[in-house]
């Protein structure tokens, strides 16, 4: 048989069909609800305004960088020409540049200019939700310098920090600092107390140096840290546990950018957050600065958690938000059995679903900035300090998981691209995996929503209770949302029966609901909000329609897991002989 005359498939032409690429558009006039949540609280048209142009920049020149340091990821010089030990981490320009833009649009002085009141973490946050998708990992070290500042402010001008602090909520770029957090050791992530084996070597000077290991050190780039050690007694034993850690401040680099007292042993290896350095550190007399109290080290860092805690929780969100973005569009572009992908139901069935679940991430998320809004500006009542505390540990934890079963889906939606690599598309996936690792595994913020409901006596759950009925009170008889209602309702007395009966299970028992329990408390509030926001005068039938369809799901697993023997004493012993048969 002759081969057909023509150009179509010979030599050098591979066919005629190219498939139009999705395109990002302007993130911010991209997102319905984001748009209408500001309208509803923060109505102002300079914060309108800057977001507008904001999201423009990140389609004109951040996105582009932020793929660069995907590409470029940093590398480790350890000696010079010469050999001589030096250590350099060097990053691509694209990083250098990131660190540029975050000074010049206020992502981290934003919130301690406080502009807007108690909405300046809402308007902060909203420019690091539109931001981090492209940013190529630069929301860490914003993270983490956000968490320094909140630690250091109120230490006041007079203390040996308040440049630091300058310098970490500045928007010249010159001036900029960026910070770490060195929490982790070899022994142990989450279990901190028993882990930190960094000794701080007492001075002359009042001051300290450090000696020790840090096993995970992200952004280490940084100009500064706050990082955990021991302080010795005069016969050099340290105290072990909580009760021996200190909190100290350092500098990384000294006047001449060589490292002070640090050895950087190597860059870690990871699956994602590949654009940004992680290293493992040994501290050989790294000059530092004690800022807590002695052996007050965790509960102080506890404030700079809080902050990246939020942090994660948006950087969560936006990756969900962003990959919907991409997703309905290419559904607009991408044309199979005789149709564009956004005309086969199931396809659009698919992304109403992930919408859903971003919806609600969103109002949670903006829930915990407005709320870190009201305490900073000190009109947040015990109850709203009470939320606080539960809802920044609740939202980390459930959007970290939320994150990479959306984005997950999501890449599903381009079908083979989204598996390949030059898209842009499967970083996303790598970079949501790590949401629900560091800052806290899943598993150990569950225990934290345990530690701070007996803390408080139970306070924060009252305050919780309180809240999620004071949000459905508005609906009127007869209203669509009324089954949403009932399904939050319902499941708020079926968690209130639990935690009363909660005091007569032995406390194993409750660490194995405390996975459970923490979900319950995100998808009941939840619901709450966003049956809250399609209560407004504005809002749209979509805000009602996923407010009906987030309810439908099991609101509260941990009364219907209980009510299937999960939490008996004998489970224990089952599950381990299933998982080790
Ligand atoms: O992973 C890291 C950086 C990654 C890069 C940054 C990414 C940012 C997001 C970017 C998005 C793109 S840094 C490492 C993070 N490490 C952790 O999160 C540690 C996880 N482990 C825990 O959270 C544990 O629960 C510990 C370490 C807090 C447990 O410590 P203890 O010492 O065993 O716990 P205690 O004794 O219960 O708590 C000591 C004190 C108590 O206060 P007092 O003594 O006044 O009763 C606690 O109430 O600390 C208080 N405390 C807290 N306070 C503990 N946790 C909290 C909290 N979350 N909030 C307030
Ligand atoms: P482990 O504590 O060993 O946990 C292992 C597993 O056991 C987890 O699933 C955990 O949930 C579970 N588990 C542990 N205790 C309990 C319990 N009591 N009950 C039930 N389950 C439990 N750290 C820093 O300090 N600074 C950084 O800059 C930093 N950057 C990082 C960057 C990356 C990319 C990664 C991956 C990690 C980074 N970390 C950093 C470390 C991170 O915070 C820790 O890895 C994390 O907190 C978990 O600690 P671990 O690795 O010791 O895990």
């Not at 005309?343 to 109002?363: C, G, S, Y």
């Not at 889906?409 to 970083?427: A, M, S, V």
Request: hydrophobic residues 40%; proline residues 4%; aromatic residues 8%.
């Amino acid at each position: 048989v002759e081969l057909p005359e023509g150009p179509v498939f010979s030599r050098s032409s591979i066919g005629t069909f190219f498939q139009d690429k999705p395109l990002l558009k302007n993130p911010f006039l991209e997102d319905a609800l984001l748009r209408s949540y500001l309208r509803r609280h923060l109505p102002s048209r300079d914060v309108e305004e800057d977001l507008t142009k904001f999201g423009e920049r990140i389609v004109e020149e951040i996105d582009a960088l932020g793929l660069d340091c995907e590409e470029n990821p940093p590398r480790l010089k350890h000696f010079d020409a010469w050999g001589r030990r030096v250590d350099r981490i060097l990053t691509c320009p694209a990083w250098a540049r990131m660190k540029e833009i975050s000074a010049e649009e206020g992502l981290v002085a934003a919130g301690y200019e406080r502009r807007y009141g108690e909405w300046s973490r809402v308007y902060q946050m909203s420019k690091i939700f539109l931001y981090a998708p492209s940013a190529g990992l630069y929301t860490c070290p914003l993270a983490m310098t956000d968490g320094a500042a909140k630690v250091i402010e109120p230490l006041g001008g007079a203390s040996s920090v308040e440049e630091a602090f300058q310098r970490l909520t500045s928007r010249d770029p010159k001036r900029f600092w960026t910070s770490g957090q060195w929490m982790t050791e070899r022994k142990g992530g989450s279990d901190v107390a028993s882990g930190t084996e960094t000794v701080a070597w007492p001075q002359d000077n009042g001051t300290y140096k450090l000696q020790g290991f840090k096993w995970f050190t992200s952004a280490t780039d940084a100009d500064m840290t706050l990082t955990l050690a021991r302080i010795p007694d005069k016969d050099g034993h340290t105290k072990q546990g909580s009760g021996g850690l200190s909190l100290f401040y350092a500098e990384v680099r000294d006047g001449q950018g060589d490292l002070n007292g640090i050895e950087v042993q190597r860059l870690k290896e990871k699956l994602g957050t590949r654009q940004m350095p992680t290293a493992e550190l040994l501290l050989h007399g790294l000059p530092a600065h004690l800022i807590s109290v002695e052996g007050r080290g965790v509960a102080s860092i506890a404030n700079m958690l809080t902050l990246t805690r939020i942090h994660n929780t948006v950087s969560a969100v936006a990756s969900m938000r962003r990959i919907i973005q991409m997703s309905r569009e290419y559904a607009t572009k991408r044309f199979v059995f005789g149709k564009f992908l956004k005309n086969h139901p199931l396809h659009v069935q698919t992304m109403a679903r992930m919408e859903v679940e971003t919806r609600a991430a969103f109002l949670l998320m903006m829930k915990v900035c407005h709320l870190l809004g009201r305490e900073e500006g000190g009109v947040a009542s015990g109850m709203e300090l009470h939320l606080l505390r539960l809802l920044t540990t609740v939202a980390k934890l459930y959007t970290g998981k939320q994150a990479v079963a959306v984005v997950s889906e999501g890449l599903e939606c381009f079908g083979g691209q989204g598996y390949i690599e030059d898209t842009g598309l499967p970083r996303m996936l790598r970079d949501a995996q790590v949401l629900s690792i560091w800052e806290g595994t899943t598993n150990i913020l569950a225990l934290d929503v345990l530690r701070c409901i007996s803390k408080t006596s139970g306070q924060v759950l009252d305050s919780f209770f309180a809240d999620v009925k004071m949000k459905t009170l508005g609906v009127a008889a007869g209203h669509a949302l009324l089954p949403a209602v009932g399904a939050v309702n319902g499941a708020l007395s079926g968690l209130g029966e639990f935690m009363r009966s909660a005091v007569r299970r032995p406390p194993s028992v409750m660490e194995m609901a405390a996975r459970d329990l923490a979900y319950s408390l995100a998808r009941v509030y939840m619901g709450a909000l966003l049956i809250n926001h399609a209560c407004w005068d504005e809002a749209s039938p979509a805000d009602v329609y996923a407010a009906l369809r987030w309810c439908e799901q099991d609101l509260c697993p941990v009364v219907t897991k209980d009510a299937r023997g999960n939490y008996d004493p004998k489970t224990e012993a089952m599950d381990s002989a299933l998982v080790y048969e």
